[in-house]
């Protein structure tokens, strides 16, 4: 599941009718504070204080119910949101958080129904929208997951767009601004459009003497590249594939075999889109103005399904994999997926992890760009972290992971980069980028797309026992 977030009351918990009781406020605001520093049981006894003071106020019953849902009572959370939306039955937030409580324990439909009612009432809510997204597709229905995340798309930057996404369409950095003039250039030539050539040449003016780092656009610069800057100027098509989009083999056991052979859990093969698939794919991905992060890490833009990479061929490819991978995957639905794009020839990614529980990674560049033919892919650590390292601390904690690494340097799956090969692995593996060099040009830069499963710590099916 995409990640989540509770919703607290926005509105002042000590309001009565139209009159604001001191007491009630003060009340509520102590518990929101502690709540906020984490010290949930002192903070569940000041809501409780607060319901006690008001009953009947449904902010107190939300409040309280958040409190005990982080504090892992579920069913207690959820008879408080009941109550809530009982004082108030058109209560987004109510419903908004008694979804994520109901999907902690395991029940998905209940969930649909409440985020399905969240996003009647509210059609902006983009955390609705996006879980709502990512659910479908865990029941197999693409078109409906499609529908919501073209929503969250709307949200973060189409015509009725919120402030979710507000610094990326007023922000630049040199290699993002040039980037998308190389991308209009290419689009230019291939549909023989004035219009890309004439963007091509704005974003040019504007990146040649804009700074390195991250920086603020000027009203003039915004004015020369254009009020759509950083949004969905041009979506190449990308259709699903009638009869299936992932290459036919007959390697499948030996693959899974190979996965399960070490207990870190890894393998590489190649091919695994069809030719089609692979076409279609590399062509969206050129086409579509779909790059819009560039400060998540320097030397590469990147896209998320919620942010215009979902479309229908991914979420087809997706499902295929889940499918054919089912006794590694059944239980595993799709939780996020991404493409990045280094922008320099040796852009690459330092010591990572994914929160996930497997995780595939498929390269698309041709290999006649990549100028190291024994290089460029991947390398994965096979030596699994501790359980109780945190997801949080592998970006913070470089010197602790290089560390780790190690004490066994030899155990370690070096990958080569190749067109259309794919990498599945567990997703708490320590992986980076070995050592690319490709060529410069558009259609050079080396793309990949990630596909993650399942949740960081979900166990993955263990092989059948006699």
Same mark, same amino acid.
């Given at each position: 599941?995409?990640?989540?977030?509770?919703?607290?009351?926005?509105?002042?918990?000590?309001?009565?009718?139209?009159?604001?009781?001191?007491?009630?406020?003060?009340?509520? @605001?102590?518990?929101?504070?502690?709540?906020?520093?984490?010290?949930? !049981? @002192?903070?569940?006894?000041?809501?409780?204080?607060?319901?006690?003071?008001?009953?009947?106020?449904?902010?107190?019953?939300?409040?309280?119910?958040?409190?005990?849902?982080?504090?892992?009572? /579920?069913?207690?959370?959820?008879?408080?949101? #009941?109550?809530?939306?009982?004082?108030?039955?058109?209560?987004?937030?109510?419903?908004?958080?008694?979804?994520?409580?109901?999907?902690?324990?395991?029940?998905?439909?209940?969930?649909?129904?409440?985020?399905?009612?969240?996003?009647?009432?509210?059609?902006?809510?983009?955390?609705?929208?996006?879980?709502?997204?990512?659910?479908?597709?865990?029941?197999?229905?693409?078109?409906?997951?499609?529908?919501?995340?073209?929503?969250?798309?709307?949200?973060?930057?189409?015509?009725?767009?919120?402030?979710?996404?507000?610094?990326?369409?007023?922000?630049?950095?040199?290699?993002?601004?040039?980037?998308?003039?190389?991308?209009?250039?290419?689009?230019?030539?291939?549909?023989?459009?004035?219009?890309?050539?004439?963007?091509?040449?704005?974003?040019? #003016?504007?990146?040649?003497?804009?700074?390195?780092?991250?920086?603020?656009?000027?009203?003039?610069?915004?004015?020369?590249?254009? $009020?759509?800057?950083?949004?969905?100027?041009?979506?190449?098509?990308?259709?699903?594939?009638?009869? *299936?989009?992932?290459?036919?083999?007959?390697?499948?056991?030996?693959? &899974?075999?190979?996965?399960?052979?070490?207990?870190?859990?890894?393998?590489?093969?190649?091919?695994?889109?069809?030719?089609?698939?692979?076409?279609?794919?590399?062509?969206?991905?050129?086409?579509?103005?779909?790059?819009?992060?560039?400060?998540?890490?320097?030397?590469? &833009?990147?896209?998320?399904?919620?942010? *215009?990479?979902?479309?229908?061929? +991914?979420?087809?490819?997706?499902?295929?994999?889940?499918?054919?991978?089912? %006794?590694?995957? $059944?239980?595993?639905?799709?939780?996020?997926?991404?493409?990045?794009?280094?922008?320099?020839?040796?852009?690459?990614?330092? +010591?990572?992890?994914?929160?996930?529980?497997?995780?595939?990674?498929?390269?698309?560049?041709?290999?006649?760009?990549?100028?190291?033919?024994?290089?460029?892919?991947?390398? %994965?650590?096979? +030596?699994?972290?501790?359980?109780?390292?945190?997801?949080?601390?592998?970006?913070?904690?470089?010197?602790?992971?290089?560390?780790?690494?190690?004490?066994?340097?030899?155990?370690?799956?070096? %990958?080569?980069?190749?067109?259309?090969? !794919? %990498?599945?692995?567990?997703?708490?593996?320590?992986?980076?980028?070995?050592?690319? $060099?490709?060529?410069?040009? /558009?259609?050079?830069?080396? +793309?990949?797309?990630?596909?993650?499963? *399942?949740?960081?710590?979900?166990? &993955?099916?263990?092989?059948?026992?006699?």
């Amino acid at each position: 599941m995409a990640e989540i977030k509770a919703t607290m009351a926005s509105e002042q918990a000590g309001k009565d009718g139209h009159q604001t009781v001191p007491e009630l406020a003060r009340l509520a @605001e102590a518990a929101s504070a502690l709540y906020q520093a984490g010290r949930l !049981a @002192e903070a569940e006894t000041a809501y409780r204080a607060a319901l006690a003071f008001a009953p009947d106020n449904p902010a107190v019953m939300l409040n309280l119910g958040v409190v005990a849902a982080a504090r892992g009572q /579920y069913r207690e959370a959820i008879a408080l949101f #009941d109550a809530a939306i009982a004082r108030r039955p058109r209560y987004a937030a109510a419903y908004y958080n008694r979804a994520l409580a109901a999907l902690s324990l395991g029940e998905r439909q209940a969930a649909i129904g409440d985020l399905t009612g969240v996003c009647a009432l509210q059609p902006e809510h983009y955390d609705a929208h996006r879980t709502l997204g990512f659910l479908w597709l865990a029941q197999g229905n693409r078109d409906r997951a499609l529908d919501h995340f073209a929503r969250t798309y709307e949200l973060r930057r189409g015509d009725d767009r919120s402030d979710l996404a507000a610094k990326s369409l007023t922000q630049a950095t040199r290699d993002k601004l040039l980037h998308d003039a190389e991308q209009f250039r290419f689009l230019a030539g291939r549909h023989q459009s004035q219009r890309f050539a004439a963007l091509a040449r704005a974003y040019e #003016d504007v990146g040649r003497d804009f700074p390195e780092t991250l920086e603020t656009l000027s009203a003039r610069q915004i004015d020369r590249l254009g $009020e759509d800057y950083n949004g969905p100027i041009h979506l190449g098509a990308a259709a699903e594939i009638a009869g *299936g989009a992932l290459s036919a083999r007959s390697d499948l056991g030996v693959i &899974v075999g190979a996965f399960r052979a070490n207990p870190a859990g890894a393998v590489t093969f190649d091919d695994l889109l069809s030719p089609e698939a692979l076409k279609r794919l590399k062509a969206f991905l050129l086409e579509s103005t779909i790059w819009h992060d560039f400060n998540h890490i320097g030397g590469f &833009v990147a896209s998320y399904l919620e942010d *215009g990479l979902a479309c229908p061929l +991914i979420l087809q490819i997706a499902a295929e994999i889940r499918s054919r991978f089912a %006794v590694l995957l $059944e239980q595993q639905p799709l939780t996020q997926a991404w493409a990045f794009k280094g922008l320099k020839p040796a852009s690459a990614i330092d +010591i990572h992890a994914d929160d996930g529980a497997v995780s595939l990674n498929l390269w698309l560049t041709p290999d006649a760009a990549n100028r190291k033919p024994d290089r460029g892919g991947l390398v %994965v650590s096979m +030596i699994p972290p501790p359980d109780d390292w945190s997801i949080g601390d592998y970006a913070a904690d470089q010197e602790r992971i290089a560390a780790f690494l190690q004490r066994a340097p030899q155990q370690r799956l070096t %990958v080569p980069y190749r067109e259309n090969r !794919a %990498v599945l692995f567990r997703s708490r593996l320590f992986h980076w980028s070995d050592a690319p $060099e490709f060529a410069d040009g /558009y259609e050079n830069h080396r +793309i990949n797309l990630t596909l993650i499963y *399942g949740r960081g710590g979900t166990a &993955v099916a263990p092989a059948a026992r006699p």
